[in-house]
Protein backbone atom coordinates (compact mmCIF):
# COMPACT_ATOMS: atom_id res chain seq x y z
CA UNK A 1 0.00 0.00 0.00
CA UNK A 2 1.52 3.24 -0.63
CA UNK A 3 1.50 5.54 2.22
CA UNK A 4 0.61 9.40 1.30
CA UNK A 5 2.97 10.72 3.72
CA UNK A 6 5.41 13.92 3.44
CA UNK A 7 8.91 14.75 5.10
CA UNK A 8 8.30 17.01 8.05
CA UNK A 9 10.54 19.70 9.45
CA UNK A 10 12.46 17.69 11.77
CA UNK A 11 15.78 19.98 12.01
CA UNK A 12 18.95 18.20 13.12
CA UNK A 13 20.18 18.62 16.88
CA UNK A 14 22.53 21.36 16.90
CA UNK A 15 24.73 23.22 20.27
CA UNK A 16 25.58 26.15 18.40
CA UNK A 17 23.47 28.70 16.41
CA UNK A 18 23.03 28.19 12.81
CA UNK A 19 24.97 30.44 10.56
CA UNK A 20 22.67 32.90 8.20
CA UNK A 21 22.31 30.62 5.55
CA UNK A 22 21.67 27.63 7.14
CA UNK A 23 18.92 29.55 8.68
CA UNK A 24 17.32 31.14 5.69
CA UNK A 25 18.02 27.89 3.92
CA UNK A 26 15.39 26.60 6.50
CA UNK A 27 12.93 29.41 6.21
CA UNK A 28 13.43 28.35 2.72
CA UNK A 29 12.42 24.89 3.15
CA UNK A 30 9.11 25.99 5.25
CA UNK A 31 8.11 28.81 3.46
CA UNK A 32 8.90 27.67 -0.72
CA UNK A 33 6.08 25.05 -0.18
CA UNK A 34 3.39 27.35 1.60
CA UNK A 35 4.19 29.77 -0.95
CA UNK A 36 3.11 27.50 -3.80
CA UNK A 37 0.36 26.35 -1.63
CA UNK A 38 -0.49 30.27 -1.19
CA UNK A 39 -0.32 30.48 -4.76
CA UNK A 40 -2.62 27.37 -5.40
CA UNK A 41 -4.74 29.22 -3.25
CA UNK A 42 -4.73 32.47 -4.89
CA UNK A 43 -5.13 30.35 -8.22
CA UNK A 44 -8.76 29.01 -7.18
CA UNK A 45 -10.00 33.04 -7.51
CA UNK A 46 -7.51 34.18 -10.42
CA UNK A 47 -9.17 30.91 -12.29
CA UNK A 48 -12.65 32.19 -11.47
CA UNK A 49 -11.78 35.59 -12.47
CA UNK A 50 -10.32 34.79 -15.47
CA UNK A 51 -12.93 32.15 -16.72
CA UNK A 52 -15.99 34.86 -15.19
CA UNK A 53 -14.31 37.31 -17.15
CA UNK A 54 -14.86 35.83 -20.94
CA UNK A 55 -18.22 36.15 -19.96
CA UNK A 56 -18.22 40.47 -19.73
CA UNK A 57 -17.84 42.77 -17.87
CA UNK A 58 -20.67 43.20 -15.90
CA UNK A 59 -20.34 39.28 -14.76
CA UNK A 60 -16.73 40.64 -14.04
CA UNK A 61 -17.47 43.41 -11.58
CA UNK A 62 -20.51 41.47 -10.43
CA UNK A 63 -18.11 38.41 -9.21
CA UNK A 64 -15.13 41.08 -7.91
CA UNK A 65 -18.07 42.96 -5.66
CA UNK A 66 -18.24 39.28 -4.60
CA UNK A 67 -15.13 38.57 -3.73
CA UNK A 68 -15.07 41.88 -1.75
CA UNK A 69 -17.44 40.56 0.20
CA UNK A 70 -16.34 37.13 0.47
CA UNK A 71 -12.66 38.44 1.80
CA UNK A 72 -13.90 41.49 3.45
CA UNK A 73 -16.25 39.14 6.10
CA UNK A 74 -14.19 35.49 5.93
CA UNK A 75 -10.86 37.42 6.75
CA UNK A 76 -12.55 37.66 10.41
CA UNK A 77 -12.93 34.31 10.37
CA UNK A 78 -9.74 33.07 9.01
CA UNK A 79 -8.29 35.54 11.95
CA UNK A 80 -9.58 33.43 14.71
CA UNK A 81 -8.59 30.21 13.35
CA UNK A 82 -5.14 31.66 13.00
CA UNK A 83 -5.34 32.03 16.93
CA UNK A 84 -4.35 28.44 17.20
CA UNK A 85 -0.74 29.58 15.38
CA UNK A 86 1.53 30.37 18.56
CA UNK A 87 -0.02 27.73 20.71
CA UNK A 88 0.68 25.39 17.75
CA UNK A 89 3.87 25.68 17.09
CA UNK A 90 5.50 26.48 20.45
CA UNK A 91 3.79 23.07 21.20
CA UNK A 92 5.52 21.62 18.96
CA UNK A 93 8.50 22.93 19.72
CA UNK A 94 8.76 21.88 23.44
CA UNK A 95 7.41 18.35 22.18
CA UNK A 96 3.95 18.73 23.85
CA UNK A 97 2.04 16.51 20.78
CA UNK A 98 -1.16 15.90 23.12
CA UNK A 99 -1.20 20.34 23.25
CA UNK A 100 -0.59 20.34 20.02
CA UNK A 101 -3.38 17.76 18.66
CA UNK A 102 -5.70 19.34 20.97
CA UNK A 103 -4.91 22.63 20.00
CA UNK A 104 -6.01 21.79 16.71
CA UNK A 105 -9.08 20.46 17.28
CA UNK A 106 -10.38 23.42 19.25
CA UNK A 107 -9.16 25.52 16.10
CA UNK A 108 -11.09 23.39 13.99
CA UNK A 109 -14.37 23.86 16.28
CA UNK A 110 -13.56 27.92 16.43
CA UNK A 111 -13.60 27.89 12.28
CA UNK A 112 -17.21 25.82 12.53
CA UNK A 113 -18.47 28.31 14.89
CA UNK A 114 -17.17 31.56 12.88
CA UNK A 115 -18.41 30.21 9.74
CA UNK A 116 -22.42 30.76 11.53
CA UNK A 117 -22.13 34.81 11.54
CA UNK A 118 -20.06 34.99 8.42
CA UNK A 119 -22.43 32.52 6.26
CA UNK A 120 -25.26 34.77 7.90
CA UNK A 121 -23.13 38.32 6.41
CA UNK A 122 -23.14 36.88 2.51
CA UNK A 123 -26.99 36.42 2.73
CA UNK A 124 -27.17 40.66 3.34
CA UNK A 125 -24.48 41.23 0.52
CA UNK A 126 -27.19 42.80 -1.87
CA UNK A 127 -28.84 46.08 0.08
CA UNK A 128 -25.06 46.40 1.49
CA UNK A 129 -23.66 46.75 -2.23
CA UNK A 130 -26.90 49.34 -2.83
CA UNK A 131 -26.31 51.17 -0.35
CA UNK A 132 -22.92 51.75 -1.29
CA UNK A 133 -23.83 52.96 -4.07
CA UNK A 134 -23.10 50.01 -6.67
CA UNK A 135 -25.04 49.38 -9.60
CA UNK A 136 -28.82 47.38 -8.36
CA UNK A 137 -28.27 44.86 -11.06
CA UNK A 138 -24.65 44.17 -10.39
CA UNK A 139 -25.50 43.88 -6.71
CA UNK A 140 -28.57 41.48 -7.56
CA UNK A 141 -25.74 39.00 -9.38
CA UNK A 142 -23.93 39.30 -6.59
CA UNK A 143 -26.03 38.39 -4.13
CA UNK A 144 -26.93 35.40 -6.27
CA UNK A 145 -23.39 34.30 -6.66
CA UNK A 146 -22.84 34.20 -3.13
CA UNK A 147 -26.01 32.66 -1.58
CA UNK A 148 -25.06 29.32 -3.67
CA UNK A 149 -21.45 29.14 -1.89
CA UNK A 150 -22.64 29.72 1.71
CA UNK A 151 -22.85 26.05 2.60
CA UNK A 152 -19.25 25.80 1.73
CA UNK A 153 -17.61 28.24 4.45
CA UNK A 154 -17.48 25.80 7.19
CA UNK A 155 -15.76 22.74 5.02
CA UNK A 156 -13.23 25.85 4.15
CA UNK A 157 -12.03 26.89 7.41
CA UNK A 158 -12.23 23.47 8.61
CA UNK A 159 -8.85 22.76 6.25
CA UNK A 160 -7.55 26.21 7.46
CA UNK A 161 -7.34 25.03 11.11
CA UNK A 162 -6.16 21.75 10.03
CA UNK A 163 -3.35 23.29 7.54
CA UNK A 164 -2.22 25.55 10.16
CA UNK A 165 -1.58 22.38 12.50
CA UNK A 166 0.41 20.54 9.84
CA UNK A 167 2.49 23.15 9.15
CA UNK A 168 2.98 24.18 12.84
CA UNK A 169 4.72 20.47 13.02
CA UNK A 170 6.42 22.00 9.41
CA UNK A 171 4.45 19.57 6.90
CA UNK A 172 3.84 21.62 4.38
CA UNK A 173 3.34 19.53 1.44
CA UNK A 174 0.42 17.92 2.20
CA UNK A 175 -1.60 21.33 1.79
CA UNK A 176 0.55 22.09 -1.17
CA UNK A 177 -0.47 19.05 -3.06
CA UNK A 178 -4.27 19.28 -2.05
CA UNK A 179 -4.51 22.48 -3.51
CA UNK A 180 -3.03 21.82 -6.45
CA UNK A 181 -5.52 19.03 -7.19
CA UNK A 182 -8.32 21.04 -6.53
CA UNK A 183 -7.03 23.73 -8.52
CA UNK A 184 -7.53 20.97 -11.38
CA UNK A 185 -11.00 19.87 -9.95
CA UNK A 186 -11.96 24.16 -9.98
CA UNK A 187 -10.81 24.41 -13.73
CA UNK A 188 -12.84 21.25 -14.33
CA UNK A 189 -16.33 22.52 -12.71
CA UNK A 190 -16.11 26.15 -13.64
CA UNK A 191 -15.96 24.82 -17.62
CA UNK A 192 -18.52 22.85 -16.84
CA UNK A 193 -21.09 24.89 -14.94
CA UNK A 194 -20.69 28.20 -16.07
CA UNK A 195 -20.77 27.08 -20.12
CA UNK A 196 -22.69 23.58 -19.68
CA UNK A 197 -20.72 20.83 -20.16
CA UNK A 198 -20.72 17.19 -19.35
CA UNK A 199 -24.49 17.03 -19.11
CA UNK A 200 -24.22 20.48 -16.91
CA UNK A 201 -26.73 23.39 -16.97
CA UNK A 202 -25.14 26.70 -18.38
CA UNK A 203 -25.43 29.09 -14.95
CA UNK A 204 -22.79 31.60 -16.14
CA UNK A 205 -21.84 33.68 -13.10
CA UNK A 206 -23.71 31.33 -10.59
CA UNK A 207 -21.97 28.29 -12.15
CA UNK A 208 -19.08 30.21 -10.95
CA UNK A 209 -20.06 29.99 -7.59
CA UNK A 210 -20.90 26.83 -7.69
CA UNK A 211 -17.65 25.81 -8.60
CA UNK A 212 -15.91 27.82 -5.92
CA UNK A 213 -17.93 26.30 -3.63
CA UNK A 214 -17.58 22.39 -4.23
CA UNK A 215 -13.79 23.36 -4.39
CA UNK A 216 -13.80 24.45 -0.99
CA UNK A 217 -15.39 20.88 0.34
CA UNK A 218 -12.86 19.42 -1.88
CA UNK A 219 -9.77 21.18 -0.37
CA UNK A 220 -11.18 19.69 3.29
CA UNK A 221 -12.15 16.27 2.11
CA UNK A 222 -8.75 15.58 0.39
CA UNK A 223 -6.61 16.82 2.94
CA UNK A 224 -8.22 14.64 5.27
CA UNK A 225 -8.24 11.69 3.21
CA UNK A 226 -4.30 12.81 3.13
CA UNK A 227 -3.05 12.52 6.47
CA UNK A 228 -5.44 9.54 6.99
CA UNK A 229 -3.81 7.28 4.73
CA UNK A 230 -0.35 7.96 5.40
CA UNK A 231 -1.09 8.43 9.31
CA UNK A 232 -4.71 6.83 10.19
CA UNK A 233 -3.70 7.42 14.26
CA UNK A 234 -3.35 11.44 14.08
CA UNK A 235 -4.88 12.95 16.89
CA UNK A 236 -5.56 16.28 15.38
CA UNK A 237 -7.95 13.91 13.11
CA UNK A 238 -10.41 11.97 14.92
CA UNK A 239 -13.98 12.20 14.27
CA UNK A 240 -16.26 13.09 16.26
CA UNK A 241 -14.61 15.89 18.21
CA UNK A 242 -14.09 15.15 22.19
CA UNK A 243 -15.44 17.36 24.89
CA UNK A 244 -11.82 18.44 25.49
CA UNK A 245 -11.98 20.71 21.82
CA UNK A 246 -14.93 22.25 22.68
CA UNK A 247 -13.79 23.34 26.65
CA UNK A 248 -14.74 26.94 26.84
CA UNK A 249 -11.42 27.86 28.36
CA UNK A 250 -9.54 26.13 25.63
CA UNK A 251 -11.72 27.65 23.14
CA UNK A 252 -11.44 31.19 24.87
CA UNK A 253 -7.73 30.68 25.31
CA UNK A 254 -7.55 30.36 21.03
CA UNK A 255 -9.95 33.79 20.84
CA UNK A 256 -7.65 35.88 22.75
CA UNK A 257 -4.79 35.21 20.76
CA UNK A 258 -6.97 35.51 17.38
CA UNK A 259 -9.12 38.37 18.17
CA UNK A 260 -6.27 40.99 17.35
CA UNK A 261 -5.42 38.70 14.30
CA UNK A 262 -8.60 38.84 13.09
CA UNK A 263 -8.73 42.55 13.60
CA UNK A 264 -5.53 43.06 11.93
CA UNK A 265 -6.76 41.21 9.31
CA UNK A 266 -10.01 42.49 8.84
CA UNK A 267 -8.42 46.20 9.11
CA UNK A 268 -6.07 45.09 6.47
CA UNK A 269 -8.68 43.62 4.51
CA UNK A 270 -11.53 45.92 4.80
CA UNK A 271 -9.00 48.71 3.52
CA UNK A 272 -8.87 47.08 0.27
CA UNK A 273 -11.90 46.00 -0.06
CA UNK A 274 -13.39 49.77 0.44
CA UNK A 275 -10.75 50.64 -2.15
CA UNK A 276 -13.06 48.56 -4.46
CA UNK A 277 -15.79 50.11 -3.25
CA UNK A 278 -14.30 53.39 -3.94
CA UNK A 279 -13.02 52.42 -7.31
CA UNK A 280 -16.45 51.17 -8.62
CA UNK A 281 -17.60 55.07 -7.45
CA UNK A 282 -15.19 55.94 -10.40
CA UNK A 283 -16.98 53.77 -12.93
CA UNK A 284 -17.01 50.49 -14.65
CA UNK A 285 -14.17 50.55 -16.26
CA UNK A 286 -11.78 51.68 -13.14
CA UNK A 287 -13.73 49.15 -10.96
CA UNK A 288 -12.46 46.55 -13.21
CA UNK A 289 -8.73 47.83 -13.86
CA UNK A 290 -8.33 48.12 -10.25
CA UNK A 291 -9.91 44.03 -9.81
CA UNK A 292 -7.05 43.00 -12.21
CA UNK A 293 -3.95 45.25 -10.37
CA UNK A 294 -5.38 44.04 -6.81
CA UNK A 295 -5.53 40.24 -8.08
CA UNK A 296 -2.22 40.55 -9.45
CA UNK A 297 -0.64 42.55 -6.28
CA UNK A 298 -2.67 40.06 -4.30
CA UNK A 299 -1.06 36.76 -6.47
CA UNK A 300 2.69 38.57 -5.23
CA UNK A 301 1.49 38.86 -1.65
CA UNK A 302 0.93 34.68 -1.64
CA UNK A 303 5.10 34.44 -2.15
CA UNK A 304 5.67 36.97 1.02
CA UNK A 305 3.04 34.82 2.78
CA UNK A 306 4.74 31.70 2.61
CA UNK A 307 7.92 33.26 3.78
CA UNK A 308 5.46 34.45 6.44
CA UNK A 309 3.99 31.15 7.69
CA UNK A 310 7.23 29.59 7.45
CA UNK A 311 7.96 32.87 9.62
CA UNK A 312 5.20 31.95 12.24
CA UNK A 313 6.13 28.15 12.23
CA UNK A 314 10.05 28.79 13.02
CA UNK A 315 10.29 31.51 15.61
CA UNK A 316 6.90 29.86 17.35
CA UNK A 317 9.05 26.53 17.63
CA UNK A 318 12.31 28.48 18.36
CA UNK A 319 10.50 30.05 21.44
CA UNK A 320 8.97 26.43 22.49
CA UNK A 321 12.44 25.31 22.30
CA UNK A 322 13.99 28.37 24.60
CA UNK A 323 15.55 29.17 21.91
CA UNK A 324 14.56 33.42 21.94
CA UNK A 325 17.95 34.54 20.20
CA UNK A 326 17.96 32.37 17.79
CA UNK A 327 13.92 33.82 17.39
CA UNK A 328 15.03 37.25 16.93
CA UNK A 329 17.58 36.88 14.00
CA UNK A 330 15.23 34.01 12.24
CA UNK A 331 12.98 36.78 12.39
CA UNK A 332 15.06 39.32 10.93
CA UNK A 333 16.23 37.06 8.05
CA UNK A 334 12.64 36.47 7.59
CA UNK A 335 11.45 39.97 7.09
CA UNK A 336 14.48 40.47 4.79
CA UNK A 337 13.78 37.29 2.66
CA UNK A 338 9.78 38.66 2.55
CA UNK A 339 10.96 41.84 1.08
CA UNK A 340 13.35 40.94 -1.21
CA UNK A 341 11.29 38.10 -2.89
CA UNK A 342 8.76 40.78 -3.50
CA UNK A 343 11.21 43.62 -4.72
CA UNK A 344 11.55 40.98 -7.57
CA UNK A 345 7.62 41.08 -8.12
CA UNK A 346 7.69 44.89 -8.37
CA UNK A 347 9.88 44.70 -10.59
CA UNK A 348 7.98 42.31 -12.82
CA UNK A 349 4.79 44.55 -12.57
CA UNK A 350 6.45 47.42 -14.12
CA UNK A 351 8.35 45.77 -17.05
CA UNK A 352 4.75 44.02 -17.63
CA UNK A 353 2.38 46.82 -17.29
CA UNK A 354 1.12 46.41 -20.85
CA UNK A 355 0.60 43.05 -21.02
CA UNK A 356 -0.28 41.78 -17.91
CA UNK A 357 -3.75 43.53 -17.33
CA UNK A 358 -4.61 42.01 -20.69
CA UNK A 359 -4.41 38.23 -19.23
CA UNK A 360 -7.38 39.24 -16.83
CA UNK A 361 -9.37 41.24 -19.50
CA UNK A 362 -9.21 42.57 -22.92
CA UNK A 363 -10.73 45.65 -23.01
CA UNK A 364 -8.80 48.44 -24.35
CA UNK A 365 -9.40 51.20 -21.72
CA UNK A 366 -9.19 48.71 -18.82
CA UNK A 367 -5.87 48.00 -19.93
CA UNK A 368 -4.64 51.27 -19.81
CA UNK A 369 -5.88 52.05 -16.83
CA UNK A 370 -4.16 48.85 -15.26
CA UNK A 371 -1.45 50.06 -16.92
CA UNK A 372 -0.74 53.86 -14.88
CA UNK A 373 -1.35 51.81 -11.78
CA UNK A 374 0.77 49.11 -11.78
CA UNK A 375 3.66 51.17 -11.23
CA UNK A 376 2.59 52.32 -7.92
CA UNK A 377 1.36 48.97 -7.05
CA UNK A 378 5.12 47.64 -7.34
CA UNK A 379 6.18 50.31 -5.33
CA UNK A 380 4.49 49.08 -2.45
CA UNK A 381 5.54 45.15 -2.95
CA UNK A 382 9.20 45.70 -0.60
CA UNK A 383 6.80 47.35 2.31
CA UNK A 384 4.17 44.49 1.62
CA UNK A 385 6.55 41.96 1.67
CA UNK A 386 7.87 43.20 4.66
CA UNK A 387 4.74 44.02 6.87
CA UNK A 388 3.47 40.73 6.12
CA UNK A 389 6.46 38.73 7.54
CA UNK A 390 6.82 41.50 10.66
CA UNK A 391 2.91 40.26 11.68
CA UNK A 392 3.71 36.83 11.29
CA UNK A 393 6.52 36.61 13.25
CA UNK A 394 4.20 38.42 16.19
CA UNK A 395 1.82 35.30 15.85
CA UNK A 396 4.55 33.11 16.29
CA UNK A 397 5.27 35.22 19.43
CA UNK A 398 1.62 34.89 20.65
CA UNK A 399 2.13 38.74 20.48
CA UNK A 400 -1.20 39.74 17.87
CA UNK A 401 -2.54 43.14 19.35
CA UNK A 402 0.64 45.18 18.21
CA UNK A 403 -0.31 44.45 14.22
CA UNK A 404 -4.19 45.20 14.57
CA UNK A 405 -3.04 48.81 16.36
CA UNK A 406 -0.64 49.90 13.29
CA UNK A 407 -2.89 48.60 11.00
CA UNK A 408 -5.81 50.74 12.26
CA UNK A 409 -3.52 53.99 12.56
CA UNK A 410 -1.79 53.45 9.09
CA UNK A 411 -5.11 52.39 7.47
CA UNK A 412 -7.86 54.35 8.62
CA UNK A 413 -6.29 57.45 10.26
CA UNK A 414 -4.08 58.10 7.21
CA UNK A 415 -4.40 56.31 4.26
CA UNK A 416 -8.36 55.92 3.81
CA UNK A 417 -8.93 59.97 4.61
CA UNK A 418 -5.93 60.30 1.85
CA UNK A 419 -7.49 58.09 -0.54
CA UNK A 420 -10.71 59.83 -1.25
CA UNK A 421 -8.82 63.48 -1.02
CA UNK A 422 -6.61 62.56 -3.56
CA UNK A 423 -9.24 60.00 -5.79
CA UNK A 424 -12.30 62.25 -5.52
CA UNK A 425 -11.59 65.68 -4.13
CA UNK A 426 -8.01 66.20 -6.31
CA UNK A 427 -9.44 64.17 -9.28
CA UNK A 428 -6.65 61.76 -8.91
CA UNK A 429 -8.94 59.28 -9.96
CA UNK A 430 -7.42 55.27 -9.65
CA UNK A 431 -3.65 57.03 -9.54
CA UNK A 432 -4.56 58.89 -5.90
CA UNK A 433 -6.57 55.76 -5.01
CA UNK A 434 -3.62 53.62 -5.29
CA UNK A 435 -1.15 56.07 -4.18
CA UNK A 436 -2.56 56.27 -0.61
CA UNK A 437 -2.75 52.84 -0.33
CA UNK A 438 1.40 52.36 -0.97
CA UNK A 439 1.43 55.46 1.40
CA UNK A 440 -0.76 53.30 4.52
CA UNK A 441 1.17 50.16 3.46
CA UNK A 442 4.32 51.98 3.70
CA UNK A 443 3.61 52.95 7.38
CA UNK A 444 2.51 49.73 8.86
CA UNK A 445 5.84 48.04 7.66
CA UNK A 446 8.02 50.66 9.33
CA UNK A 447 5.96 50.35 12.31
CA UNK A 448 6.12 46.33 12.81
CA UNK A 449 9.81 46.47 11.41
CA UNK A 450 10.97 48.31 14.49
CA UNK A 451 8.66 47.03 17.13
CA UNK A 452 9.91 43.29 16.47
CA UNK A 453 13.59 44.67 16.33
CA UNK A 454 13.11 46.60 19.15
CA UNK A 455 10.14 44.14 21.15
CA UNK A 456 10.99 41.14 19.43
CA UNK A 457 11.80 37.42 20.95
CA UNK A 458 14.86 38.56 22.67
CA UNK A 459 13.00 41.41 24.96
CA UNK A 460 10.22 39.13 25.16
CA UNK A 461 12.91 36.37 26.76
CA UNK A 462 14.85 39.34 28.86
CA UNK A 463 11.57 40.48 30.02
CA UNK A 464 10.51 37.50 31.65
CA UNK A 465 6.94 37.32 29.62
CA UNK A 466 7.33 34.45 27.03
CA UNK A 467 4.04 34.07 24.90
CA UNK A 468 1.76 30.86 25.56
CA UNK A 469 3.31 27.82 25.65
CA UNK A 470 6.61 29.08 26.20
CA UNK A 471 6.12 30.41 30.36
CA UNK A 472 4.68 27.37 30.93
CA UNK A 473 6.19 24.52 29.01
CA UNK A 474 9.71 23.07 29.62
CA UNK A 475 12.07 23.41 26.62
CA UNK A 476 12.57 21.01 24.10
CA UNK A 477 15.51 18.74 24.33
CA UNK A 478 16.13 18.63 20.54
CA UNK A 479 17.79 21.87 19.19
CA UNK A 480 17.02 23.19 15.75
Known sequence: MVKFTTRCYCPAPMDVAPTRREELTRLWRLGAPVALTQLGAMALNVVDTLMVGELGV???????????????TSIFAIGFVLGADPIMTQAYGAGDDARLALAARRAVVVGLLASIPVGLSWLYVEPVLTWAEQDPLQAAATARYLEVQIWS????????????????????????????????FNIAANWALIWGHLGFEARGLEGAGMATALTR???LIGLVVWVRLGDPHDPAFRLPLSAAAWDPKGLAEILRYGFP???????????????????????????????AVLSMASTSFMLALGIAIGATTRVGNLIGMGKHAWAQRSSHLAIALGAGLMAA??????LGRTWLPSLYIEDPVVVGLAATILPIAAAFQIADGAQVVSGAVLRGMGRTLPAAAFNFVAYYVLALPLAWLLAFELGWGLVGLWTALAVGLGLVSLMLVVWIRRRGPEWMARNAAPAALGATAEPSKTSP
Not at 62 to 69: D, E, T
Not at 264 to 282: C, D, N, R, V
Not at 345 to 350: D, E, N, Q
Request: net charge negative; proline share 2%.
Open 345 to 350: CGLIFV
Open 261 to 291: VALQYGLEGWIFQISGLMAGKLGEDQLAAHT
Open 58 to 72: FEFDAAALGYIWIFG
Open 153 to 184: LPFFLAFMALRQYLQAKGRMLPGLWVTLLANL
Open 217 to 219: AIL
